[in-house]
């Protein structure tokens, strides 16, 4: 009997699904249109949160160790480095090294290092990165604490902004997905709200005949659900479309190229939108079914 009554509530709401191809056709298009902006800018938020990532990774502290400084003691050094909490990784470079890169720096004038590969002035170094960048102070702080250091070199301005960047991104996108889910609810509700407006005397009847509110909720209920899920499933399939139409043409831009630009493929995100958007479309059915369904169920 238990069986017989959950198949009677799936069959009505998939039934008021294909019956009220009006209002169902209209939440679709609504939704969709919603969760595409949505996507639209979650997929933003996502690639600045990369590229913010891939820019964090190449913000190194420098290290300098004094010239008199052994072999051995250097390594003890980044052993040292390594062992703080905070530190990703860290990459040694040698007096030649820094000599090098200062060669490479000048170019065509190199006649300015003359001499210094007799005698090389520039001290060794470990470039650090970090795992967070929030852990830049206390992390310099720490080194700055061993022994044999000469001194640090790290890009304040660019942390600092980056981690405001970081979290301004976050902040807008909470708030933006709010204020999407409470215009989808909003618009399910009304549409779902003219089905049952327009079976109120029906839902009436059951009411006086003793069925309760949940049974007759539930299929009203599972309509917002099938609308919610499918305007999900077109949603992501046309937002992955559009995403690799439009990352396609920026990838192949001289500017890309130039700039080094790099952006998630909409396989990376895939998992992610769709736990997101699935979640949203059942999350939204329910509620709006819900509120829908208040007025009419007071008899």
Known sequence: MRYNVVGYLLGEGFRNVFKNKKSTIASLCIMCATMLIFGFFFCIGENINHILDTIEGAQGISVFIKNDTSEERIKEIGEEILAIEGVNKIEYRSKEDALNQ???WLKDKQYLLAGYDKVNIFPASYVVTLTDLNLSQSVQEQILKINDIKSIESSEKTISTLISLAKGIQIGTAVFLVLLIVISVFIISNTIKLTVHARRKEISIMKYVGATN??????????????????????????????????????????????????????????????????????????????????????
């Open 102 to 104: 200062m060669k490479d």
């Open 214 to 299: 949940s049974f007759i909720r539930w299929p009203f209920i599972i309509e917002g659900i099938t609308i919610g899920i499918l305007s999900a499933l077109i949603s992501v399939v046309l937002i992955g479309i559009l995403y690799n139409i439009i990352t396609t043409n920026i990838m192949a831009s001289e500017l890309a190229a130039t700039i080094n630009l790099s952006l998630l493929s909409f396989s990376d995100m895939f998992t992610l939108i769709m736990i997101v958007y699935v979640g949203l479309g059942i999350g939204i059915g329910i509620i709006g079914s819900t509120i829908s369904m208040r007025k009419y169920l007071k008899v």
